[in-house]
């Protein structure tokens, strides 16, 4: 089982974050062996009050994790900081407002680690999402993971597996 740091990047929305915990727990967190869990809180959509929910259900799935709560709430501050803390190869990050609805394939764990690709994406972002434009993805192995286009190289915020090298690279820019 790989051993992988874990990202995590929110707003003070216990609603939400509750779902993608329990979700991804279940289909996910049992693939992989998570070694140190970086989660970072902004006062986005909530209230401090919201926000010390959200530590409460973190510590309740990750009881030693480390919890950034910045006074002023800014998502690419957040992504940075959450970028310049995995110690593992590859780390997972997640967003709280998404929700697993399948398992993560451990073949494409193995797969992954032989491959120079970057970032896995779990999801094929919307084209409006993306931070550089021009996606297009495939499928490996009919496994719901996709890969950028690597003529025109890409990455996203949304779920994925990162090297933390280039995760390092992007967060000191």
């Not at 959509?45 to 480390?66: M, N, P, T, W």
């Not at 690419?76 to 990050?93: C, E, I, M, N």
């Not at 009919?142 to 994925?160: Q, R, V």
């Amino acid at each position: 089982m790989e051993t992988m740091d874990l990202t995590i990047v929110c707003g003070s929305r216990p609603f939400l974050l509750e779902q993608m915990l329990r979700t991804f727990s279940q289909y996910i967190f049992c693939s992989i062996r998570v070694k140190q869990v970086h989660v970072n809180i902004d006062l986005h959509d909530g209230s401090e009050e919201d926000r010390q929910a959200c530590i409460k259900l973190v510590r309740h799935y990750f009881s030693d994790s480390h919890v950034n709560m910045p006074k002023k709430k800014s998502f690419g501050r957040a992504v940075k900081y959450l970028w310049s803390q995995p110690t593992t190869d590859r780390f997972l990050h997640l967003e709280d407002d998404w929700i697993a609805n399948r398992t993560l394939p451990t073949n494409l764990i193995d797969y992954s680690k032989r491959s120079s690709i970057r970032q896995w994406f779990l999801v094929k972002p919307r084209t409006e999402q993306s931070i550089f434009s021009s996606y297009r993805y495939r499928p490996i192995n009919k496994i719901p993971f996709y890969l950028p286009n690597l003529k025109k190289p890409s990455f996203t915020t949304s779920p994925s597996i990162v090297t933390t090298e280039f995760a390092l690279a992007v967060a000191a820019r």
